[in-house]
């Protein structure tokens, strides 16, 4: 079965031991109690005393004028900037709603609802095809590769990837007068306080001390959550630093007892209940919906779920409603949720002008269980090969719907390519803020593409938990990979012995289920790509701009393949 791994020997304080520790091994585990029920004028600069007082007396007008001028067109532009709440699914696959999979079998009603009230991107791709190095790239703009995570994902209890000078999404808004509030699955990895042990390490987390470098050093004003993956201990609430409630016990169970709702044995506060975890955040991103809708500024809330991802746990109704598995219920529970939270925007008076994205971190898991799902008729891919992981684009094509009724026209969907790094420069674009700012590398405004005219963006970089890369121009995609470069078959070892071509080069017009690897066939457009991937590398951006450095050496030419001659010299 698979299972998220981690890059521990890169990651300084993370170790891989928790991953490791996976229920499947896991000789004790506690079965929770589950409950069915939970839970930004300047004044104009006072000039010094005229001497003629009627030219004082007009001048003092027309600055008076400007100046309330100036102060109706800021209280325009601040009834105009739209509050902004990015909600994102965990492992929620393409196939997995209505409005991106004509074939789904899976209700969405709420979520079809939406996208006929805004826009639906139809080829639109996470940066990753794993949680964490998605997270980066959603929150920076910048693809998650030139970080130091080279492959893999963050543990529970990981140090904090984003260092505090990178700029973030949330920077730019509140730099735009917005408040900014993350609820939710951090997964980005965050500062826990360590007890000192006699052999001179620290690896005992000290519940009772506030956690540091959380959100709040990313541009959050405040943040409530957890920090792994709903799987991964500790299973402890934090709240802006302070941790709400000390873990008194242990609590796991193992994928025997539970094949959907498995999650790794470790400490959990009193206040935690795993079942309750998807209803709690969206009561309290509710509740601060309501709360902010009676201030004046607008405000930013980044909601990433821990949902559909293990453990699967859905609550009355939603257990068995689907007909198919707990997965399909689960779907249809964050459906419901999301129903919701777009119903508090009407009744709180600022459904209007709110712009809600949704979107998944990548595609679905193989703890879905795609095999019962077919049975059913249901794809979590529609038709995509590959699953989360992959550098197929199951793993990466994710659903992204966007509403805004004042500033979307409803009812569009979009072939536009995106890529979810690109809600930097929206959000950029959305706040009029200078294009000189750092960060972004990696993103592209999509306020045209909500207006059905072209984005900037014509090449897209993927990347699998493996570290294989793949980049797309066009419709031609080459992966740099012989295998998946994840977990679907053949995985990169098997593919090696099964003599498969090193890269594989698909066209995805004729060809959306990468079946036909015209790598030995299309040798001039194999070239052409590497000499785009090499460029968008070495460059640290894909942007327009001056060249940039990247936290790491970034290496992604599969064993046996070499640069075109002419750019041989250019990596580093
Ligand atoms: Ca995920």
Same mark, same amino acid.
């Given at each position: ?264 044995? !470790? ?184 207006? !059905? ?120």
């Amino acid at each position: 079965m698979s299972s998220e791994q981690v890059d521990g020997k890169n990651l300084a304080g993370t170790t891989s031991s928790t991953l490791h520790d996976s229920p499947f091994h896991s000789p004790v585990s506690i079965r929770s109690q589950r409950r069915a029920t939970r839970l930004y004028w300047e004044p104009p600069n006072v000039s010094p005393p005229l001497k003629n007082p009627i030219m004082t007396t007009r001048i003092l007008i027309c600055i008076f004028c400007l100046g309330s001028l100036d102060l109706s067109l800021q209280a325009a532009e601040t009834k105009q900037s739209p509050n902004v709440i990015f909600v994102m699914a965990d492992d929620l696959g393409i196939g997995d709603l209505e409005p991106t999979n004509p074939e789904c079998k899976i209700k969405t009603p709420n979520l079809l609802k939406m996208a006929n009230e805004g826009i639906t991107f139809l080829d639109a791709h996470s940066p990753s095809a794993v949680c964490t190095p998605t997270r980066y790239g959603v929150l920076t703009g910048r693809y998650n590769w030139r970080s130091r995570l080279a492959r893999g994902v963050l543990s529970g209890t990981s140090e904090h990837l984003i260092p505090a000078d990178r700029a973030t999404v949330a920077h730019l808004l509140r730099a735009a007068g917005y408040h900014t509030q993350m609820i939710g699955k951090w997964h980005l990895g965050w500062d826990w306080a360590k007890v000192p042990q006699a052999n001179g390490k620290n690896n005992r987390i000290d519940f009772t001390k506030p956690v540091t470098n959380g959100p709040d050093i990313n541009g959050f004003d405040g943040y409530y959550g957890h920090c792994g993956s709903l799987d991964m201990p500790p299973y402890v609430w934090v709240d802006t630093g302070r941790i709400t409630a000390v873990p008194e016990r242990e609590e796991g169970v193992t994928s025997k007892e539970d094949a959907y709702g498995w999650y790794r044995k !470790g400490p959990i506060s009193p206040d935690f209940n795993i079942d309750e975890v998807l209803p709690h955040l969206f009561q309290k991103s509710i509740d601060h919906i309501k709360s902010r809708s009676k201030e004046k500024n607008p405000f930013f809330l980044y909601l990433p779920l821990p949902a559909p991802h293990t453990p699967i746990v859905p609550v009355e109704p939603f257990k068995d409603a689907s007909g198919m598995n707990p997965y399909a219920d689960f779907v249809m529970q964050v459906d419901h949720h999301m129903g919701e939270l777009l119903e508090t925007l009407k009744q709180s008076g600022i459904d209007k002008n709110t712009l809600v994205f949704f979107t998944s971190d990548n595609g679905c898991s193989p703890q879905g269980n795609f095999k019962v799902l077919a049975t059913h008729g249901h794809d979590p891919s529609a038709g995509y090969r590959g699953h989360k992981a992959d550098i197929y684009e199951g793993g990466h094509r994710v659903p992204l719907i966007v509403r805004w009724p004042d500033g979307i026209r409803a009812g569009q969907t979009t072939s536009a390519l995106a890529c979810l790094t690109d809600l930097f420069a929206t959000m950029r674009e959305l706040t009029n803020q200078p294009l000189d700012q750092h960060g972004g590398e990696d993103s592209f405004s999509l306020m045209p593409a909500f207006q !059905g005219k072209p984005t900037g963006r014509d090449t897209l970089i993927s990347h699998s938990i493996g570290g294989s890369f793949s980049i797309r121009q066009g419709n031609w995609k080459l992966c740099l990979s012989a295998g998946s470069g994840g977990w679907s078959a053949p995985r990169e070892a098997d593919a090696r012995k099964q003599g498969l071509p090193a890269m594989q080069l698909f066209n995805l017009s004729k060809d959306r289920g990468e079946q036909t690897n015209l790598v030995n066939e299309e040798k001039e457009q194999v070239a052409s790509l590497l000499s785009l991937l090499n460029t968008q590398v070495v460059q640290g951006r894909c942007t327009p701009g001056k060249p940039v450095s990247n936290d790491r050496e970034v290496s992604f030419l599969p064993k046996g393949v070499s640069l075109p001659s002419t750019d041989v010299n250019t990596t580093k």
